[in-house]
Each structure stands twice: as structure tokens, then as C-alpha cells.
């Protein structure tokens, strides 16, 4: 079975300042994708930025990128340049690839961390 | 992406009735899911549901309590039956993008049962 460990219940930042969100998982897949979603006090899960294994290159999305160690199964988040409308539950989400060409599988989903952007 | 949608947004429902909660998906998909976000918490998957099918339902999770319809590739139903306190959560549906392998989620269900 897969699991998902996010071992930072909260963390604060400044405005303009960088952080970044850990998380680790563990499986026996070779072939996966992972995510992270951004829930904010509207409760929206709101995708963020996502992984497909498979590649090695880092995803970005313009301020949020990843940092992918396969072998480590670690896929931290780092938000540059924090805004206050980051402030929110940040989940990190494993997903199975199944079949050719993707997968429709559920989300295995970290407790979360709750970000505060500080003005 | 997706964009799906949900209703209600929220009900405040008495102990012991049942509310049926809705997902539209703007476009056909094969599978759809259902996700249940207690207070505080994160979020567990109650089951999936497949068009044509019998929902499947994850380990603490029974049909009688949770019986999901899928009439179409589009839509999808989630009843909370005979409920209890203890059912008080955000119920979430989701589904994948066109031609993606990410999942997209509805805005969410806040259910309170007094």
C-alpha cells in the first residue's frame, strides 16, 4: 500500500520570502504521479503543480516548483516570492499510473500543512 | 482541466435522515470519485464510481450507508444515510481532465449533522 508522510502540520513564512513544504511517500510502483493541491479556507482543492515519475526534470509552475528525488521518494514544494493568497492547506497526493497512456486512479493524500503567509 | 461542480455547497441536515449530494463533471469521463475531509483532517477516498457499475468502496466504507449513483458518464450521487454526527465532513467528488492523468475536484459538500 502506498502512504504519504507530510511532517510539517504548520509552517509560516514571510510576504516575498521562500519556503518549501516536505513531503515523502513510500511505494512498491515504479510508474506514478504525484501533486500537490492547495486548499484554502474556501475549501477548493486547487491543483498546484504535478509530477509524472517517470521524468526527471523538476516541474515548475511559475513561482511553485518541486524538488523530485525518486530514489529518496521525496517531493518537496518551494513557493518563491510567498504572496498572502498562499496562505492555505497545502496536501501532497500520490496517484498509481495504471494502464497505457495514464490513469484514472485515486489520489493517496499526506495530512497536509498548513501555510500562513505573514504580511 | 476539469470543471465540476456540486450541489449543495452546504446543508445542515438532523440526525437519523439522509442527503443526497450531486457531481457534475463538463465532460464524459470513465471513473469518478467520492472523498470524504472530516474537520481537520485530510482526505479519504470513500469509493469510486464507474459508469455501468457498482460503485467501489475503500476498506470502512458500505454501500448502505454510502450508495453512490452513476447514471451517466457526467454525473454522479453520493447519499449519507441515516445520519449521525460522526458524518459531519466536507464530502468532495472528483474526476480526471480530458486527455490529462491529474485529478480536478468539485468545490465540496460541508455537511453538519446536528
Known amino acids: 500500500a502506498q502512504t504519504v508522510t507530510q511532517s510539517q502540520p504548520e509552517m509560516s513564512v514571510q510576504e516575498a520570502e521562500t519556503v518549501t513544504l516536505s513531503c515523502t511517500y513510500d511505494t512498491s510502483e515504479n510508474n506514478y504521479y504525484l501533486f500537490w493541491y492547495k486548499q484554502p479556507p474556501s475549501r477548493q482543492m486547487i491543483l498546484v503543480i504535478r509530477?509524472?515519475?517517470?521524468?526527471?526534470q523538476n516541474a515548475t509552475e511559475n513561482r511553485f516548483s518541486v524538488n523530485f528525488q525518486k530514489a529518496a521518494k521525496s517531493f518537496s514544494l518551494k513557493i518563491s516570492d510567498s504572496q498572502l493568497g498562499d496562505t492555505a492547506m497545502y496536501f501532497c497526493?500520490?496517484?498509481?499510473?495504471?494502464?497505457?497512456?495514464?490513469?484514472?486512479?485515486?489520489?493517496?493524500f499526506g495530512k497536509g500543512t498548513k501555510l500562513s503567509v505573514k504580511p | 482541466s476539469a470543471v465540476i461542480s456540486q450541489k449543495p455547497s452546504r446543508d445542515i441536515c438532523q440526525r437519523g435522515t439522509s442527503l443526497t449530494i450531486q457531481c457534475q463533471v463538463d465532460s464524459q469521463v470513465t471513473m469518478m470519485f467520492w472523498y470524504r475531509q472530516q474537520p481537520g483532517q485530510s482526505l479519504t477516498l470513500i469509493a469510486t464510481a464507474n459508469q455501468g457499475s457498482e460503485a467501489t468502496y475503500e476498506s470502512g466504507f458500505v454501500i448502505d450507508k454510502f450508495p453512490i449513483s452513476r447514471p451517466n458518464l457526467t454525473f454522479s450521487t453520493l447519499t449519507v444515510s441515516n445520519m449521525s454526527p460522526e458524518d459531519s465532513s466536507i464530502y468532495l467528488c472528483?474526476?480526471?481532465?480530458?486527455?490529462?492523468?491529474?485529478?480536478?475536484f468539485g468545490p465540496g459538500t460541508r455537511l453538519t449533522v446536528l
Open positions: 509530477q509524472e515519475a517517470y521524468k526527471q
Open positions: 472528483s474526476a480526471p481532465g480530458k486527455n490529462t492523468d491529474t485529478q480536478y
Open positions: 497526493a500520490f496517484m498509481k499510473q495504471t494502464g497505457v497512456g495514464g490513469s484514472q486512479g485515486n489520489l493517496i
